[in-house]
């Protein structure tokens, strides 16, 4: 595998949205706190509030490890509003895969970085930013709005499905719960 294939390979794929990931794999892994992507990770592009079963999974995740909302959306009052809905930190403008805000939310957690997952739906952005820095990356299946879902060819899908692409020709492995 080549050095931009293990930079894009993830410690954990799972196979459906951040809903999948459960106690028991934090537990598992030895996490203790989590840096969470906001678009299409925790709630659809075009929504402003997450589901409540997000919220509900989030409390879950919360009475475990701390949580800090990292995202490279520039829209302050959007992510902000989503933040205090959680009622968890957050920084938006990330700019990922810079390190930058990524190194400012584990500063804030006061975590080793072995014991930080970040988590987030893209290759290129979330998982390459989070193992430039050392931290657990776990890739989830976007949370996208159910209308939009039927559109297979949206510019985000093209997108995302390019990333894939590339990453299998450095040698990525993706197999859904196939850690590293």
Same mark, same amino acid.
């Given at each position: 595998?080549? *050095? %931009?294939?293990?930079?894009?390979?993830?410690? +954990?794929?799972?196979?459906?949205? @951040?809903?999948?990931?459960? &106690?028991?794999?934090?537990?598992?892994?030895?996490?203790?706190?989590?840096?969470?992507?906001?678009?299409?990770?925790?709630?659809?592009?075009?929504?402003?509030? &997450?589901?409540?079963?997000?919220?509900? %999974?989030?409390?879950?995740?919360?009475?475990?490890?701390?949580?800090?909302?990292?995202?490279?959306?520039?829209?302050?009052?959007? =992510?902000?509003?989503?933040?205090?809905?959680?009622?968890? &930190?957050?920084?938006?403008?990330?700019?990922?895969?810079?390190?930058?805000?990524?190194?400012?939310?584990?500063?804030?957690?006061?975590?080793?970085?072995?014991? =930080?997952?970040? @988590?987030?739906?893209? +290759?290129?952005?979330?998982? +390459?930013?989070?193992?430039?820095?050392?931290?657990?990356? @776990?890739? @989830?299946?976007?949370?996208?709005?159910?209308?939009?879902?039927? *559109?297979?060819? *949206?510019?985000?899908?093209?997108?995302?499905?390019?990333? =894939? %692409?590339? *990453?299998?020709?450095?040698?990525?492995? +993706?197999?859904?719960?196939?850690?590293?």
């Amino acid at each position: 595998m080549t *050095s %931009w294939g293990r930079l894009l390979q993830p410690d +954990l794929a799972l196979p459906g949205s @951040v809903l999948q990931l459960t &106690p028991e794999l934090i537990a598992q892994h030895h996490l203790k706190g989590l840096i969470l992507d906001v678009d299409e990770t925790l709630v659809p592009f075009k929504q402003s509030q &997450p589901l409540e079963e997000v919220r509900q %999974w989030l409390q879950q995740m919360q009475s475990m490890v701390t949580v800090v909302l990292v995202s490279n959306n520039l829209s302050h009052s959007r =992510i902000s509003r989503i933040a205090e809905t959680l009622g968890v &930190p957050f920084y938006t403008g990330a700019g990922k895969p810079s390190r930058r805000k990524l190194r400012q939310a584990v500063a804030l957690m006061e975590l080793p970085h072995q014991e =930080i997952a970040m @988590v987030g739906d893209r +290759l290129f952005t979330d998982v +390459l930013g989070g193992n430039r820095l050392g931290l657990f990356t @776990v890739l @989830v299946e976007p949370m996208v709005d159910p209308m939009e879902a039927t *559109s297979s060819n *949206s510019p985000k899908q093209c997108l995302r499905n390019a990333e =894939i %692409w590339i *990453s299998k020709r450095l040698g990525v492995v +993706l197999a859904a719960g196939d850690p590293r």
